[in-house]
């Protein structure tokens, strides 16, 4: 089986749905925010193919410069940049992101969690169950995804109107 290994292009697809789910806290400049993700990228401009200019830790504390739309301009200790609103918190997050990987639970099991490839025991239990082709499921996926170009994702999110050109 070959090892499932996220390309550019999933990694993509996999921005696009997380910038379609809308943030929860309404920011404005001189608020404090606080990064969510082992390491949020800062990006150059309010774009979500922009080049990254820096990063933020997880828990890091931020200043909000200026507001636009879903994008935040913000200052972190290490960097000043843009960030999706998505990646923020109004406050300070306790649990690190790698605590949310030991769960059981499908319904709980994130995205990083997923998409790693099958152990030998994940193998063995796929096979005894028939799924034994999850290898080859896993190769098809990655097939697809490869087929998506970073211009078909912009323009997905903008004639539907997800994460940076929601209304």
Known sequence: ????LPSRRVALVALGVLLSVPGAYAYKKGDTAFSKRAETPLRG???ALAAPV???DFA???TVLEVRGAWLQVKGKKATG???EGNLAGEKPTRAPA??????DASKTNTVAAARPLSDAGTAYASRHSAANA???LDWLEAQAAKVKAEDVETYLRTQQKGEYRP
């Open 1 to 4: 089986m070959k090892l499932f």
């Open 45 to 47: 401009e309010p774009k």
């Open 54 to 56: 820096g990063k933020a």
């Open 60 to 62: 890091e504390s931020l």
């Open 82 to 84: 843009w960030v999706f």
């Open 99 to 104: 605590a949310t990987l030991t769960s059981i």
């Open 135 to 137: 290898g080859a499921d």
